[in-house]
């Protein structure tokens, strides 16, 4: 009889009559004394809860035996724990082996007689018993590690940016990488910013990590110094202290949450108090910690002194209100759009008004042939209690409700045939000089109206480093003319002048500053 070998273990079986030496040993003595011929013998120490694709060996055993099906007569193996402890498994591969390919499946100590009527039986009761002690090992597992991880350690390999440390034979600590950890730290912090998207930090400082890993650090409280532990059928997730030193503090994990998720900040509000020289603390960013920009004035040499500087530390950042707000002004002015892609953008804009006005026509037109069906059945109605057909109650009842429906139909005709109260023309050339002129508007306008008008802009901080802006967050509905325009002056700039491209966009169209 020519036979194949299988012998399989999984990680947390290795005592001595399970172990892959034992087995081979076993079935080859067991061969041995059989005169069985050995073709090849297959070692596997893939977990058992692994199906056929992840059994590299077993699937190599099923290639071979497909090639060379008169070749093989058996495959032997120790236990039907051994070949699976799942019954699914172990009929599927039944079937595969024994009855398409007559090949027999035969377990040394728990041999089945498959011409017998009970053995389907007595493969589900071997399989069906690994199965459950299997089930059993994953629980004991499992609660293990929750244990381990409600108090505060960690329960498998750590993160990027620490390193298991073994203390002794049975024990081991997290510990900071010192080679990993700072860029992992820049990272977090880069992140949180929110100025520019974390693909983008990515693929400037950490090519080297796989993207689904880059995301998973992101999202992993750990760095915070927390350990989360998930939930069960009986209780809820919980984050708990760690044990292990936090690579970043809790505020830059939750900003950096808070960019992951698309969450935007709000526009700012504006109050009573809003120093008219400090407008742009409400958006501006530090570049070196990443804190929110504030502002103060001071007295000194005969005068008053307003100044921008970083919440966190002014040392980072500290400028003069006046020059700020004039070097932003300037940034702004940079913008200006291409006259010929503004045109463009205008008679797009036109035509969607027009075909706009063709649809609500449309339908108009259909309401008002419902309409006209309405009153014929009005009119029949009215003929009807004329001659005596109806009774004056149900002529009532039934007049009444054509009444409501024709009402409803002129509603819905009135609105889509009286013209808009918003024609887009007047909108187009108010926005166009917005766009031509938003300079002058920082300039001049009263403060709340420059607050409105950088909000609807930049809908995320700015980043100010004394000298230049730059923001990855901004209204992208005019985002399309600014890139048009900067396309436009590369192709017709032959002098060697350089135009800059600003991550920034314009207020929307109908963003009306409310003053003149």
């Known amino acids: 009889m020519n036979v194949i070998l299988y012998c399989r273990v999984s990680s947390d079986e290795q005592s001595e009559n399970t172990s892959l030496d ?4 076993t079935l080859r003595a067991y061969c041995n004394n059989r005169n069985y011929n050995i ?8 977990s058992a809860k692994h199906y056929e694709m992840k059994r590299p060996e077993l699937k190599s055993i099923y290639n071979y035996c497909k090639r060379h099906k008169k070749e093989v007569d058996a495959i032997l193996f120790l236990r039907w724990d051994r070949f699976s402890r799942n019954a699914e498994f172990a009929f599927k591969y039944k079937r595969v082996f024994t009855d398409e390919m007559e090949i027999a499946l035969i377990s040394i100590e728990n041999p089945i007689d498959f011409s017998s009527p009970d053995w389907s039986t007595l493969l589900g009761v071997y399989c069906g018993n ?11 597992t499992r609660a293990g590690i929750r244990e381990t991880l409600l108090k505060g350690k960690c329960a498998n ?93 809790e505020e830059t994990f939750f900003m950096v949450q808070e960019v992951l998720s698309g969450k935007k900040k709000k526009s700012p509000k504006v109050n009573r108090t809003t120093n008219p020289d400090l407008f742009l603390r409400k958006f501006l960013t530090c570049p070196v910690c990443g804190y929110s920009i504030t502002g103060a004035t001071s007295s000194g040499n005969g005068g008053k002194y307003t100044y921008y500087n970083c919440s966190h530390n002014a040392s980072h950042l500290r400028t003069k209100a006046k020059e700020t707000n004039e070097a932003f002004a300037k940034y ?28 609500r026509k449309h339908e108009a037109d259909k309401l008002s042939e419902e309409l006209n069906k309405v009153a014929e059945k009005m009119a029949k109605l009215e003929d009807k209690f004329i001659e005596g057909d109806i009774e004056k109650s149900e002529y009532n009842r039934i007049m009444d409700r054509y009444r409501k429906v024709a009402l409803d139909l002129e509603k819905q005709i009135d609105v889509l045939r009286t013209p808009s109260r918003s024609k887009i023309e007047p909108k187009l050339d108010y926005s166009i000089n917005l766009i031509n002129n938003i300079d002058n508007y920082i300039r001049n306008a009263p403060v709340e109206v420059k607050i409105k008008l950088i909000g609807s802009m930049f809908p995320e901080k700015i980043v100010f480093d004394g000298t230049d802006y730059r923001t990855n967050s901004y209204n992208k509905v005019l985002d399309l003319i600014y890139q048009q325009t900067n396309e436009l002056r590369r192709g017709i700039n032959k002098n060697g002048e350089s135009f800059s491209t600003f991550s920034v966009s314009v207020p929307r169209p109908g963003v009306e500053p409310g003053w003149k």
């Open 39 to 46: 073709i090849d013998c297959k070692r596997e120490d893939y």
């Open 332 to 359: 702004l002015a940079c913008l200006k759009p291409n006259e010929t892609v503004l045109e463009l953008y205008q008679e797009v804009l036109k035509d969607l008004q027009q075909d706009t006005k063709k649809e």
């Open 157 to 249: 390999k750590a993160p990027r940016g620490y390193k298991n440390v073994r203390t002794d034979k049975h024990h081991t600590h997290i510990e900071i990488d010192e080679k990993q950890a700072p860029l992992i730290e820049a990272i977090f912090r880069e992140v949180a910013k929110g100025i520019e998207s974390p693909s983008y930090i990515r693929k400037k400082m950490a090519k080297h990590i796989p993207e689904s890993s880059y995301f998973d650090m992101l999202r992993n409280i750990f760095y915070a110094g927390k350990i989360a532990v998930p939930p069960t059928k009986d209780e809820p997730a919980r984050i708990v202290e760690g044990r292990h030193e936090a690579l970043i503090d």
């Open 130 to 140: 690994a199965q459950a002690e299997n089930s059993k090992i994953s629980l004991r």
């Open 22 to 25: 034992y087995q081979e040993m």
